[in-house]
């Protein structure tokens, strides 16, 4: 493990290296050395678009099973509000959390709790809005990410509040409490539809002590829940929670209720590029908040989710007009979950590091960059291990690959040395060669 | 050792076409990713940022072609923008915040809110602003790096 941990990993046995992957990360993290992708840690945000793209599978979550469960004393399952949409219409949310504990977990907690929670607060704090910038929500862990490595500058702009799961987490401190052991001997098990959300189990956004301790993948769990949902004889009533809950699986799913003006949600990668780049450069004047997901879709779209994220989408809406968009908790247990939401550790930037050790060091990096792209064949063909030429070459000035690692310009210097040794080879023997040849 | 805080460590020169708003931006966001590289501070990225964006917001709305002048010092960063285009009438007008002699057709795209050259003048250190009516104008402006 790194300097900071990574929830996806490259199996090598089954990587043929067909640089899908290179190609489409988002970031550029990944190169091709040894005919196996090789991830580069300081620039992987976790996002998953790689797992998508992957015909062999070789990029693997680094999620738990339900071995993590013999681990604890006493465990708590907290399904994604993804999970709830995951099934045909007929499989309630309410069904959903008896299969989950049909599958041996001691307690099933109602997601749907947590984000009315943190709605209500996230609610306050922006009508509390008085600086002169958006906030940029925090629920998706690759987002942050993405501005810790390449938006340094905008970390300031992230809420400092604790997404939902996190405050399902905490829910074993009171429970820990209550039963009289150690927070440590309860397992809190995120249900994911993503690996980024491991982040937060290993190294969570604004808390010192990780609020879940594992996640199972929502693919991972698909077939068994469903199972044990047919299983059950008796339902009990363990879903209590309004439409909001399921509606943070959906971008943009709970900015009405809100009730602010310019509110704006982004899905995918390359969309929150765009905007971010847009607000670094001043851009983006009056808007409040920022809701920005990774995945296309929201958490639906997550890489470990099963149903497509469109179908999916149509059951999150169904959801939220049946249950409703207005709180179901009481003010009183807001206050009493609020202290769940603070964030007790600053948020720090991680920006990718620059070229040279000093200003002038880089920019003379900069410069051989520079000339070494002006002889590149600027087709970005990857044959090299680079997702592009210029990534090349950054890779040729910092002494990890050189410029002949590059197909085009082997083939020139060989023709080259061969016409240059032509050349010689018909130079005609000394004892022949006339005067003045 | 003695460091010649004149002598320009990085000189490069980038075209702005004037009217094409789809591709406005581009410049700012190549100077962005430089001053990233180098390590400057993200105070300086981001003042250089949106001066650099507004500067050529400006070139797009109301020129037909721009040239953007970098250059890095040891102590400094300039940006010289040049334009042939329309000039400024009154620099002085224009420089007040909401001011604003766009046509309502630039107005409804969104730009020309009249806060170019103030926010320009609000992220930069030193600002020299010289235009010829029918002309063009010339945006000169500097950034210090060091604290």
Known sequence: MGEYFHAIEVETDKCCGSMNCMRTCPTEAIRIREGKALILEDRCIDCGDCIRVCPNRAIRPITGSFEDLKRFRYTIAIPSPSLYAQYGIGVTPNHILNGLKGLGFNEVYDIGKACEVYSAVLKEHLHNYSDNKPFISTLCPAIVRLIQINFPELVGNLLSIEAPRGIAG?????????????????????????????????????????????????????????TSIRKIQSFEPLHSSSGIGVGLAIPGGCIARLDIENAIAVDGVKNVINILEDLERGKISNVTYLELWACPGGCLGGPLAVDNPYLAKIKVVKLMQQLGMELNISADEVDRMRRYLSCDVALSSHPIKPLGKDAVDAIKKIKERESVIETLPGINCGACGAPTCKAFAEDVIQGRAEVIDCVFKLREETIESIQRGLTKAQRTPLAFRKRGE | ????????????????????????????????????????????????????????????????????????????????????????????????????????????????????????????????ISSVLGEGTRVAMVIFTKP
Do not use: W
């Open chain 1, 170 to 226: 905490s829910v074993k401190i009171t429970r820990a409490k209550e039963m009289g052991i150690s927070p440590k001997e309860i397992g809190a098990i995120y249900i994911t539809p993503c690996p980024a959300k491991m982040i937060e189990v290993n190294q969570p956004i604004c808390k010192t002590d990780p609020p879940l301790d594992g996640a199972i993948s929502i693919s991972d769990i698909y077939g068994l829940l469903f």
């Open chain 2, 1 to 128: 050792m003695q460091q010649n805080y004149d002598e320009p460590l990085l000189k490069q020169d980038f075209t702005v076409q004037g009217g094409d708003f789809i591709h406005a931006g581009e410049v700012s966001s190549k100077i962005k990713s430089i001053l990233k590289e180098i390590g400057m501070s993200h105070e300086v990225i981001r003042r250089a940022s949106i001066a650099t964006y507004e500067a050529e917001m400006n070139v797009v709305c109301y020129a037909q072609r721009g040239k953007f002048y970098l250059t890095i010092t040891p102590d400094r960063l300039s940006i010289i923008v040049e334009d042939e285009g329309q000039g400024i009438e009154n620099i002085a007008l224009a420089m007040k915040e909401g001011y604003s002699t766009s046509s309502s057709a630039i107005k409804e795209m969104g730009f020309g809110a009249g806060m170019g050259l103030p926010n320009i003048k609000k992220n930069t250190d030193e600002l020299l």
